[in-house]
């Protein structure tokens, strides 16, 4: 390969952080993403088309056939998704992840980055409070501009059609979607997206809080042994491991959120806001319902957060030293 082309693509890899963790994210996108379409279809309010019938005997021993709204597992729902519709459904919505990445990690960390610094002027340095408004800040920020894009993703993860039959494009996804509700159709299940920026501040601010007692107990060790604290591979490690932690916690915690925007993205829904939806699934479908999807939701979502935080950390030091 030509130097011309290999030195510009070094020098920005080694001089935009952001960058990296949009190539992450590409990636991470790309081969997580039939787990991204399993997660929600179980959030979906037609997860019970995939319930099988459910045989009862009676007292004079006849049998019954009944469908039982009880939520399908992860395995049970990527067997159906194979067998009705092809492994190519594994991949719907694809197109809208990979061309939402980029633009929200950047628009992410960038509004975290800058008002963190401005912030650090304002109250006590790398604070609690400081990390809250920052964290919240981005998420609000990555929210409103990305969210026609994460909509359009959704509806074409829920369009369950048959092997064979001719599926919906992104561009017709989007253009079906103003045709039925206009400009306002594209940004249903804000208020639950708002809702999960309480997920973003949550995670930021147990992740900097872990990040902060394993410098602390770096810089003391180095201290006692009269040495210079210098970052080593093994604390990006433990970062990748206060990530993680970080990440289960917040998305425990927040996570119906995430069921109630996808109900209230599906096509023709009778779900209207926030609180509304949250009351409506509580009532018919009980409180599990709200963590419909939550484990194949961390297993894709953990080792991400892992992987971005830690790279946008290795590039930070690189560029301040």
Not at 98 to 111: D, H, K, N, Q, T
Request: charge should be positive; include cysteine; charged fraction near 20%.
């Amino acid at each position: 390969m030509p130097v011309s082309v290999v030195l510009p693509a070094v020098y920005l890899l080694a001089h935009d952080p952001v960058y990296l963790c949009r190539c992450g994210g590409t990636v991470g996108a790309i081969l997580t993403c039939p787990l991204e379409v399993v997660k929600t279809r179980l959030q979906s309010s037609s997860v019970t088309l995939y319930i099988s019938e459910v045989h009862l005997n009676t007292l004079n021993g006849a049998t019954v056939n009944r469908v039982a709204r009880v939520s399908p597992g992860p395995l049970h729902c990527l067997k159906m998704i194979l067998q009705n519709e092809g492994p190519r459904s594994l991949f719907r919505g694809l197109g809208p992840n990979l061309v939402g990445v980029a633009p929200s990690r950047a628009i992410y960390f960038g509004a975290y980055s800058n008002c963190k610094e401005k912030l650090n002027n304002i109250f006590n340095p790398d604070s609690t409070q400081v990390h809250m408004i920052s964290a919240g800040v981005a998420g609000f920020t990555a929210i409103t501009t990305t969210n026609p894009i994460w909509l359009v993703k959704t509806r074409l993860q829920l369009d369950a059609r048959n092997r064979g039959e001719k599926r919906m494009s992104a561009f017709e996804c989007a253009r079906k979607v103003y045709r039925l509700d206009g400009f306002r159709g594209f940004y249903r299940g804000m208020s639950a997206s708002y809702a999960g920026i309480s997920e973003t501040v949550i995670h930021f601010v147990i992740y900097e809080s872990i990040k902060k007692k394993l410098l602390e107990y770096k810089t003391a060790g180095a201290m006692d042994n009269e040495e210079e604290s210098v970052k080593e591979a093994s604390d990006f490690v433990r970062m990748m491991m206060a990530a993680a932690t970080s990440k289960t916690c917040a998305t425990s915690i927040a996570y119906p959120h995430e069921v109630v925007r996808t109900r209230l993205r599906e096509e023709g829904t009778k779900y209207r806001s926030f609180f509304q939806t949250l009351s409506l699934l509580v009532r018919e479908e009980g409180y599990s319902s709200l963590y419909r999807g939550l484990t194949t939701h961390l297993i894709r979502q953990i080792p991400n957060t892992a992987i971005m935080m830690s790279t946008y950390e290795v590039v930070v030091y690189l560029l301040d030293g």
